[in-house]
C-alpha cells in the first residue's frame, strides 16, 4: 500500500457524460499528478498540482480538468467523454515540487474507467 | 520535450536467468531516472531509481546503470522468479521539473 487513495475503483459511464475522480495523497505529500494508462499509449502524464497550484500539464485534453483543494485532495473532472477515454487514471504523489532533484513519485491503486 | 525509448517490449526467460531492459532518452539535462514494476490490474511500484550523479546502483538482485554519455540506462535482474513477472517501465526527469516521461514498458515473462 503506498497511501495514497483513489476513488471509485471502477466507473461505467456513456459517452457524453461527465465524471469526477479523486485521489488522496500520501500523508506529508504536496504534490499530486494524475496519469492516464491506456494499452496503446503507456503511461502518460495529464497534469500536476502542488499545494493547491497547477504546476505542469501534460498530454491532457481541454475536455479533462483537474483541482487541489486545501486539504490537498485533488479530482480530476472528464467530461463530453468518448470510447477513447477509457483507460486506468492514476494518481501519484510526492512530498515537494521541482528544485534541485526529483522527488518519488508514489502512485495509487487507479480508478478504472469505461465509456460505453 | 522529454522522449524515452524502452526494449525489449517483451522478454521472456527461464527462472534463475537474468534479464536485462534497456531505455534511452532524449535530453541530456534529465537526471533522475526511475523503474517501475505494475503487475497486472495494480498500480505501479517504485523498485530502483538513480540520479545523475552515480553510474550504478543495486538492491539485492536488482541494479540500474546509467551512461550519461550515451544517455541511456539499463534494469538488471539476476536470478529471475516467477514473481518477477510483471511489465516494468522506465522513466526520466530533469532537475526543475517532477514530471516522469515514461517509457512504453516491458513485459517480462519469468517460466518455472
Known amino acids: 500500500d503506498s497511501g495514497v487513495t483513489q476513488t471509485p475503483k471502477h466507473l461505467i459511464t456513456a459517452t457524453g457524460q461527465r465524471v469526477t475522480l479523486r485521489c488522496s495523497p500520501r500523508?506529508?505529500?504536496?504534490?499530486v499528478y494524475w496519469y492516464q494508462q491506456s494499452l496503446d499509449q503507456g503511461l502518460q502524464f495529464l497534469i500536476h498540482?502542488?499545494?493547491?497550484?497547477?504546476?505542469a500539464k501534460g498530454n491532457i485534453l481541454e475536455r479533462f480538468s483537474a483541482q487541489q483543494f486545501p486539504d490537498l485532495h485533488s479530482e480530476l473532472n472528464l467530461s463530453s467523454l468518448e470510447l477513447g477515454d477509457s483507460a486506468l487514471y492514476f494518481c501519484a504523489s510526492s512530498v515537494a515540487t521541482s528544485g534541485a532533484s526529483t522527488d518519488t513519485q508514489y502512485f495509487g491503486p487507479g480508478t478504472r474507467l469505461t465509456v460505453l | 520535450g522529454e522522449n524515452v525509448e524502452q526494449h525489449p517490449s517483451t522478454l521472456s526467460v527461464q527462472e534463475g536467468d537474468s534479464a536485462v531492459i534497456k531505455c534511452t532518452y532524449s535530453?541530456?539535462?534529465?537526471?533522475?531516472f526511475p523503474w517501475y514494476k505494475q503487475e497486472l490490474g495494480k498500480r505501479p511500484q517504485l523498485i530502483i531509481d538513480?540520479?545523475?550523479?552515480?553510474g550504478e546502483k543495486k538492491d539485492q538482485r536488482i541494479a540500474v546503470t546509467l551512461n550519461k554519455t550515451a544517455k541511456h540506462f539499463s534494469l538488471h535482474i539476476t536470478e529471475t522468479q516467477p514473481e518477477d513477472s510483471a511489465v516494468y517501465f522506465c522513466?526520466?526527469?530533469?532537475?526543475?521539473?517532477?514530471?516522469?516521461?515514461f517509457g512504453k514498458g516491458t513485459m517480462l515473462l519469468v517460466s518455472p
Open positions: 535530453d541530456s539535462a534529465s537526471n533522475y
Open positions: 522513466a526520466a526527469s530533469k532537475a526543475g521539473y517532477s514530471t516522469l516521461t
Open positions: 538513480i540520479r545523475s550523479n552515480v
Open positions: 500523508s506529508g505529500d504536496l504534490s
Open positions: 498540482y502542488y499545494n493547491g497550484e497547477e504546476r
